[in-house]
């Protein structure tokens, strides 16, 4: 990218954050991190300086803290005077039947996976807005269209979630401002607690990376384009 554009992604100290992160830095972009763990992040950033990309710019946060969520765009714009991409990607999941489920447990998911995204997309878009240009991804779940045994608490984050980046795009669309939804089923990451509702073998699920690889083709379409939704799963989940 000739702009040297900047994006800020969330979740970012492994796993599929950390596969985006890496992969928008390999593609020229300046990257600021946010997750709770500074030397998680710090390894991150170290992957990304020894791929060729610039130093990112590390912020701890603890995205079930508001007032630390709020910061995060401010210590963005203060460096780089620009955010032209939000990664909502952190996330937490507790699958289990629903009787054992305990209401911390839900309302941890839903401050991390819904209610931390409101509140930093809403730090992030006055600046897209200011600068007539921005695109916003959020990192959903197929859990987010489709129910199943385990799911009651996280799959009401991302039905909560979906409802949001749609009604999103519709106020923000007319500021050029774009919002997509990536909708993954079975990554080969250490996501979650409980044992997998899919059954689906370590070797055949999705890797981060091809999470990463959806986001950035979404983000350089032609600005008069939005993918808004993107559903990905494995192939075939029951190759032997």
């Known amino acids: 990218m000739n702009d040297k554009g900047v994006a800020l992604i969330t979740g970012a100290s492994r796993g599929i ?4 992160a890496l992969k928008f830095a390999q593609e020229g972009l300046r990257v600021a991190l946010t997750a709770r763990s500074e030397s998680s992040l710090r390894e991150t950033a170290r992957r990304i300086q020894e791929a060729g990309g610039e130093e990112p710019l590390i912020i ?15 210590r963005v714009v203060s460096k780089w005077g620009k955010i032209d991409v939000l990664v909502n990607n952190a996330g937490i999941g507790y699958l289990k039947p629903f009787l054992q489920l305990s209401v911390d447990e839900f309302r941890e998911m839903l401050d991390v996976n819904i209610t931390a995204v409101f509140v930093l ?3 992030v878009v006055p600046h897209m807005i200011d600068q007539k240009t ?3 991804i959020n990192i959903a779940s197929l859990a ?14 991302k039905w909560a979630l979906r409802g949001f980046a749609q ?41 981060a990376g091809d ?8 983000y350089i379409m032609p600005p ?17």
Do not use: C, W
């Open 60 to 74: 701890p946060a603890d995205l079930r803290n508001i007032k630390q969520i709020t910061e995060i765009a401010k």
């Open 167 to 207: 009604s999103l795009m519709l106020e923000v669309r007319e500021h050029d401002i774009r919002v997509v939804t990536i909708f993954p089923g079975s990554v080969d990451t250490r996501f979650g607690s409980g044992e997998s509702p899919t059954g689906t073998p370590p070797a055949n699920k999705m890797q």
């Open 121 to 123: 997309t809403q730090s």
């Open 134 to 136: 921005g695109t916003i």
């Open 224 to 240: 008069r384009t939005m993918v808004s939704e993107i559903d990905m799963r494995p192939s075939n989940p029951r190759k032997s």
């Open 211 to 218: 999470i990463a690889q959806a986001a950035f083709t979404a």
């Open 144 to 157: 987010g269209k489709n129910g199943f045994k385990t799911g009651t608490g996280y799959g009401a984050s």
């Open 17 to 20: 954050g950390q596969s985006i």
